[in-house]
């Protein structure tokens, strides 16, 4: 059974950075595009970045480029996502998702993790 894990999320100052983790296990998620999507209290997920699997092209909302940065690290089977200057906005559960390539819809989510900037 696939799974999808996330971690690294937290309470942080505006201004300030954090990384997120999303582990993969029970199948091999290669040559699926990764991607992480928010939802913050009141309002519709909404799609943050993702990286194809295979070419590591990534692709930014236009509200976090230049500050975030997606990336794989192969040697762990996981996907992360640095958050530089985050702002109080950013506030909202972080949720990782896998969907393959040729496919429009994330097949795979995982649970998400909090993230909460404090002005």
């Known amino acids: 059974q696939a799974h999808l894990i996330e971690s690294g999320g937290g309470l942080v100052q505006a201004g300030g950075s954090l990384r997120l983790s999303c582990a993969t296990s029970g199948r091999d998620f290669s040559g699926y595009t990764m991607g992480w999507f928010r939802q913050a209290p009141g309002k519709e997920r909404e799609f943050v970045a993702d990286?194809?699997?295979?070419?590591?092209?990534?692709t930014y909302t236009d509200s976090v480029k230049g500050r975030f940065s997606i990336s794989r690290d192969y040697t762990q089977d996981m996907v992360l996502l640095q958050m530089n200057s985050l702002k109080p906005k950013d506030t909202a559960v972080y949720y990782c998702?896998?969907?393959?390539?040729?496919?429009?819809?994330?097949?795979?989510w995982g649970q998400g993790t909090q993230v909460t900037v404090s002005s």
């Open positions: 990286l194809t699997w295979s070419d590591d092209v990534p």
């Open positions: 998702a896998a969907r393959w390539p040729t496919e429009s819809e994330y097949r795979y």
